[in-house]
């Protein structure tokens, strides 16, 4: 099976811009997570989103959107980019939602390293 | 809510040494636990996962036992390679939050 890929895998834009990232999840899994990963603060988790359905969301201000379409490819987006937006982005699948103990497990992507300046 | 606390790193070994990661977990139900590795440029990897009190997870060498008494979910190597050289990244999810939790990561150096 293909594994969780994204696109494009690096960015620059300048502050002000908006940016658009795409993920393609594992084939069968449903759930899409997306992640923030930064030297100072780690990973952090942006959302999730479920058949369609934005389940979980972290603590990010509304800059940061996302979707889920019907085949589960997903998309995040970042409005009026910051340079503290610099980072780079995972993207992860699993079959089931968190509290599914048999198939939580979660499969990274690649990441997409945006770079604000 | 829940958290995850990981060593502070980097670690740094000679091949074929022991390597223990510590992480403890907070949590308010029974989540499940899991250890990913991530190497340079690259997303992060999962390495193995327990569900349950006692599980033990293992992959590639390594282990992880669930300890519940403890909070614990410590990962284990008996002999390490130079290939092992990683960040490892502890983390949670469900418990009684649908947030995923993780640490900040234990970066490992093995010198040949």
């Known amino acids: 099976k293909a594994g969780v890929t994204q696109t494009p895998r690096y960015l620059i834009k300048t502050r002000g811009q908006q940016v658009t990232l795409s993920c393609s999840p594992i084939?069968?899994?449903?759930?899409v997570s997306w992640y923030q990963q930064t030297p100072g603060q780690g990973l952090q988790f942006l959302f999730e989103y479920f058949s369609e359905t934005q389940r979980n969301k972290g603590n990010f201000p509304g800059r940061f959107s996302g979707r889920q379409f019907s085949n589960s490819r997903s998309e995040m987006n970042v409005s009026t980019l910051e340079l503290g937006d610099s980072a780079l982005y995972l993207c992860a699948s699993s079959l089931g939602l968190a509290g599914d103990r048999v198939y939580n497990e979660q499969f990274f992507g690649p990441g997409t390293r945006l770079t604000v300046l | 809510g829940n958290s995850v606390t990981q060593m502070e790193g980097p670690v740094t070994l000679s091949e074929e040494a022991f390597l223990t990661i510590n992480c403890t977990y907070t949590?308010?139900?029974?989540?499940?636990l899991f250890w990913y590795v991530q190497y340079p440029g690259e997303g992060l990897q999962l390495l193995l996962k327990?569900?349950?009190?006692?599980d033990k997870g293992s992959n590639k060498g390594f282990e992880a036992t669930y300890r519940k008494e403890t909070t614990s979910f410590h990962l284990e190597k008996g002999s390490v390679q130079v290939s092992d050289s990683a960040v490892y990244f502890c983390?949670?999810?469900?418990?009684?939050?649908?947030?995923?939790?993780f640490g900040r990561g234990t970066s490992l150096i093995v010198h040949p």
């Open positions: 084939s069968g899994h449903r759930s």
């Open positions: 949590a308010t139900g029974y989540p499940s």
């Open positions: 983390a949670l999810r469900g418990g009684g939050s649908y947030i995923p939790t």
């Open positions: 327990a569900t349950k009190a006692d």
